[in-house]
């Protein structure tokens, strides 16, 4: 059983940054791709990045050139780098790993962006 645990949410200024990382344990695979979701309150859960093993990056519209993705495959960590944060980046943040056929989550990190 994979197990993901997320960490560096928390409350910030709009225009500001955080850190958010995760780490995979227990998979017996090796993981081919994570990402960041998102959901607001009262939205639905979106797409962030993603991040496959061999450093492909994808970003949804929303952050392209605020957030970077990254990923350490040693450890089965993956990071979001989240710049220029935004009022409406406010959101719980989930991180996700594929493996083989299965989808696996994250318990969420509260970003609260507010002045």
């Known amino acids: 059983q994979v197990q993901l645990v997320e960490s560096g949410g928390g409350l910030v200024q709009p225009g500001g940054s955080l850190r958010l990382s995760c780490a995979a344990y227990?998979?017996?695979?090796?993981?081919?791709?994570m990402g960041w979701y998102r959901q607001a309150p009262g939205k639905q859960r979106e797409l962030v990045a993603t991040v496959t093993s061999g450093g492909s990056t994808t970003y949804e519209d929303f952050v392209k050139g605020r957030f970077t993705i990254s990923r350490d495959n040693g450890k089965n960590w993956v990071y979001l780098q989240m710049n220029s944060l935004k009022p409406e980046d406010t959101a719980v943040y989930y991180c996700?790993?594929?493996?083989?056929?299965?989808?696996?989550w994250g318990r969420g990190t509260q970003v609260t962006v507010s002045s």
């Open positions: 227990g998979s017996p695979f090796r993981i081919a791709a």
């Open positions: 996700n790993a594929h493996v083989q056929v299965l989808d696996y």
